[in-house]
């Protein structure tokens, strides 16, 4: 390989597998965000609900 194409053979197409690996972690960490964020509402609606039963 070295031989026909050089060094930046060994490179070629590295560009894309990036940009694929930014674009599938950003797509991850806004699915984790949001989950939480769900939680949270959850986790908070069931805190009123068990205030509002004590009273």
């Known amino acids: 390989m ?32 949001e989950i939480i964020k769900g939680y949270a509402v959850l986790a908070d609606k069931s805190k009123k609900v068990l205030v509002n039963l004590r009273n």
């Not at 197409?13 to 699915?31: D, H």
């Open 2 to 33: 070295i031989r026909y194409e050089g060094l930046r053979g060994f490179y070629k197409g590295m560009g894309t597998k990036i940009v694929q690996s930014v674009f599938a972690a950003s797509v991850l960490f806004m699915v984790k965000e």
